[in-house]
């Protein structure tokens, strides 16, 4: 299942990522997972947050760019070879990984990976033929 992404268009300023995190926090908006690129004018900030409809709110009444992205999480054993195993799967599938990016929480074991693929119904159902499911919203809401 697929799940939302925010991409939050931060200048490459002194400050300006911590005001956009205060946004989100100001409003109680939990980041549940995040990851930055950045060039030397600017960044995607992407994140995975607890309430995603409100904090597009909050983030577009604060002037700042914002789009969602539709992207896959799963969750799999916190252990050496977990990540290449699934994307070996992918590869092997002709499965194109535009981007990753991980996170471990409170749940000893276990990692979350979310994946920006050229196709998520294709990539899921690959992924649940090899014994790896996606976690949904509120599955990482709860973390």
Known sequence: MAINQISIFVENSVG???EVTAV????GIDMRAMC???TADFGILRVIVSNPKRALEIL?????????????????PDTPGSLSRVIGIL???GVSVEYAYAFITRKKGNAYVIFRVEDNERAEEILAR????????SELYEL
């Open 16 to 18: 300006r990522l911590a």
């Open 60 to 76: 577009r009444a604060s002037e700042c760019v914002v789009s969602v992205t539709q992207v896959l999480a799963i969750s799999i």
């Open 91 to 93: 590869a092997d599938a």
């Open 24 to 27: 989100m926090g100001d409003a």
């Open 36 to 38: 930055i690129a950045d």
């Open 130 to 137: 090899n014994g790896i499911e996606t976690a949904n919203e």
